[in-house]
């Protein structure tokens, strides 16, 4: 990141050097992150790039909104009473580690609090750690990391990170690792015996999980659903958290995105039954829809009834793939029984379909 010209600005009682940054990110061609016509306590409103008006904050030497310094000669003990609750406290070590204000300049130490305070639901993290990553400071230099942590901020109600992604033209890539979900072992862990069709990957399950179970037990044959199938659903979803929650807002133990969740009368996706609920239902309308294919069904699950209508069938992505081939795994079956007078088939599965049962 480069820098032009700077002009003194008071900050907390004392002065600080404001700079104008620019970014070049992507094939992009750079654009102005600040300017130095808005002085510190200036908030004159611009255009964004959408055409409407937006009041933009003064900026700080770092091309991010001005905010209050970190104390000068602190210690890291000393954040937390500058911030007041232990996520301002995560946040304003990472910014002082970041600036070197007040403690050691480390930019890995900063992105690591980052991303801690982002797992943790901070949309100001997110987008600070996506500054780190458009600007190669304390990470590699990755544009495509940087607009999912911009669209994930943005998601959360950042309205910066909002108008950074638009200007990126969106997103195009993957959150960090230190963001991602802990990788699930392997089938063969998961299943008692994968070659025996009559083993059940769900007998022996620790007992949170086993009152989870109990409930899908009892909610999924009033749906037409194997609990079997609803289970592996569950288990390749979200690992039986039901406070769960995806890049894409996909919520609780089904993973049930907004849309999904008003689609089907879900109001708490955090709720357990609610949740199964929901999801035993989409589960009911996709087997109809696919006329009781299992990997289309838990295809459309995974990537939208659209894509695997579009596509024919399972679409071409390793992410979808493996999905389905971990779900059929777990469920040991190709087919299950539907009711073909909730929908129309699917062009995809309506002259490969099993006779309804």
Known sequence: MSAGPSDAATAGGRTRVRACSIAVIGAMSAFALCNPALAAG???TKADASGLPQPLPAMSAK????????????????????????????????????????LPKDEKIAA??????????????????????????????????????FD?????????????????????????????????????????DEGDPGSDPFANLPADKRRIADIVNRMAPHYGIDPRLALSIIAVESNFN???RSVKDARGLMQLIPETAARFNVRNPYDVQENVRGGLAYLRWLLAYYRGEVALAAAAYNA?????????GVPPWPETRDY????LALF??????????????SIAAARAAPPAH
């Not at 609090?113 to 590699?140: H, I, K, P, T």
């Not at 939208?304 to 024919?312: I, L, P, S």
């Not at 389905?324 to 779900?327: C, H, K, Q, S």
């Not at 040991?332 to 929908?343: K, Q, T, W």
Request: glycine fraction near 12%; hydrophobic fraction near 40%; charge should be neutral.
């Open 42 to 44: 200036d908030r004159a």
């Open 63 to 102: 091309g991010r909104p001005e905010r209050e310094s970190a104390p000068a000669g602190g210690s890291e003990a000393a954040q937390p009473r500058a911030w007041g609750d232990p996520m301002r406290a995560k946040l304003a070590r990472a910014l002082a580690y970041e600036h070197g204000e007040g």
């Open 112 to 149: 690591a609090l980052y991303c801690e305070a982002a797992v943790a639901g901070s949309a100001e993290a997110a987008f600070e750690l996506g500054w780190m990553y458009a600007n190669g400071r304390g990470v590699a230099h990755d544009d495509a990391t940087a607009s999912a942590l």
């Open 152 to 192: 994930l901020a943005a998601r959360h109600g950042h309205r910066y990170a909002r108008i950074t992604l638009e200007r990126l033209g969106g997103v195009h890539g993957m959150l960090p690792e230190c963001m991602r979900p802990v990788t699930p072992p392997p089938l063969e862990t998961q299943l008692a």
């Open 242 to 244: 039901r406070l769960a």
């Open 304 to 312: 939208g009834e659209g894509v695997v209508d579009r596509y024919g």
């Open 324 to 327: 389905v081939r971990r779900i």
């Open 332 to 345: 040991h079956r190709a087919h299950h029984p539907y009711d073909p007078a909730i929908v129309e088939p």
